[in-house]
């Protein structure tokens, strides 16, 4: 299984349709945050179910939740959050043990607008990065994840 994830775009509508047209023939697409009114426009243009996305403190008004888990065909489960009420910015320990408690053998965050991966006792902490404005010195990304039965692989790709 093929999942697409990304986040912080801050009004970057072309970057996140770059992500579609690159990406349609991924089962999944998460959307980590900070980008909502895109992600509607979007939305309309795809009308796709196959759509996750949580609210980041800049989107305003949202009426989509700060986190959730979504468990997949096979079972696992996956949290992601947009990583502010988490206090990403200092420290994932948290957001981990979030993702233990709930099960999930994946857990996603945006926020920083900086790539990050880690393997955490069984469990992949990723950050896909900023597709719209990164700060981490790199270009604008996202990221991919496969979830197979030989086990879960990630890549961050450039825009």
């Known amino acids: 299984m093929r999942i697409v994830v990304f986040s912080d775009t801050h ?3 072309s970057a996140m ?11 999944l697409f998460i959307f980590l945050g900070d980008g909502e009114s895109e992600l509607k426009a979007l939305k309309k243009q795809y ?31 996956i949290f992601y959050t947009h990583g502010h009420k988490w206090h990403v910015k200092f420290s994932v320990d948290r957001l ?27 469990i992949l902490i990723l950050n ?8 981490d010195g790199r270009p604008a990304c ?3 994840i496969d979830v197979t039965d030989g086990g879960i692989m990630y890549n961050h790709v450039d825009l």
């Open 128 to 135: 896909p990065g900023s597709a719209g404005c990164p700060r």
């Open 17 to 27: 349709h770059k992500i579609f047209k690159r990406n349609g023939d991924a089962d």
């Open 96 to 122: 981990f043990f979030e993702a233990a408690d709930q099960g999930c053998k994946i857990a996603l965050f945006g926020h920083t607008h900086c790539r990050y991966a880690e393997y955490r006792d069984g």
């Open 47 to 77: 009308i796709d179910s196959r759509i996750l996305s949580v609210a980041g403190n800049c989107d305003m008004c949202s009426q989509a939740p700060e986190s959730d888990v979504c468990t997949l065909p096979d079972g696992n489960r």
């Open 142 to 144: 996202y990221a991919w």
């Open 11 to 13: 009004g970057n509508y």
